[in-house]
């Protein structure tokens, strides 16, 4: 009995992906695209970036999938062009905090975590001034 409740347990961390609530998994995509890497549907990414989107997670990775490769700069993160702006996601993998934005010039939409705001990479620091 026991055999199968710890094989069941088993099988059951390898569909969620087994990482827990760390992030750090993540560092193996760095340079890859995350729609081609399909890091949308791991875990527990999926479910920290549905809750901090909440309604526009559909739009939000709709978005990310002409996102270029997840680059390394203090965080993980990617960046998407979208409309007259872009998008973009930070991962912390070392605290595995995640913030997310939808930039338009029409409307500003940030998504994050609770806790202490992330300090802007270059590369997305240089999106950001294009919009001005």
């Given at each position: 009995?026991?055999?199968?409740?710890?094989?069941?347990?088993?099988?059951?961390?390898?569909c969620?992906?087994?990482?827990?609530?760390?992030?750090a998994?993540l560092?193996?995509?760095?340079?890859?695209?995350?729609?081609?890497?399909?890091?949308?549907d791991?875990e527990?990414l999926h479910?920290?970036?549905?809750?901090?989107?909440?309604?526009r997670?559909?739009?939000?990775?709709?978005?990310m999938k002409?996102s270029?490769p997840?680059?390394?700069?203090?965080?993980?993160?990617?960046?998407?062009?979208?409309d007259?702006?872009?998008?973009?996601?930070l991962?912390?993998?070392?605290t595995?905090?995640?913030?997310?934005?939808?930039y338009?010039?029409?409307a500003i939409e940030?998504?994050?975590?609770?806790?202490?705001?992330?300090?802007?990479?270059?590369?997305?620091?240089?999106?950001l001034?294009s919009l001005?």
């Amino acid at each position: 009995m026991k055999r199968i409740v710890i094989l069941s347990l088993l099988a059951l961390a390898a569909c969620h992906g087994g990482h827990g609530d760390s992030l750090a998994y993540l560092n193996g995509y760095a340079g890859r695209s995350p729609a081609a890497a399909g890091i949308w549907d791991t875990e527990p990414l999926h479910t920290k970036l549905k809750d901090i989107t909440g309604d526009r997670y559909d739009q939000f990775v709709k978005y990310m999938k002409a996102s270029g490769p997840l680059t390394q700069d203090k965080y993980l993160y990617a960046i998407a062009p979208v409309d007259s702006g872009f998008a973009y996601i930070l991962i912390d993998t070392k605290t595995s905090k995640i913030a997310a934005a939808i930039y338009t010039k029409a409307a500003i939409e940030n998504f994050q975590e609770p806790g202490e705001s992330f300090t802007t990479p270059a590369g997305v620091q240089g999106q950001l001034d294009s919009l001005k």
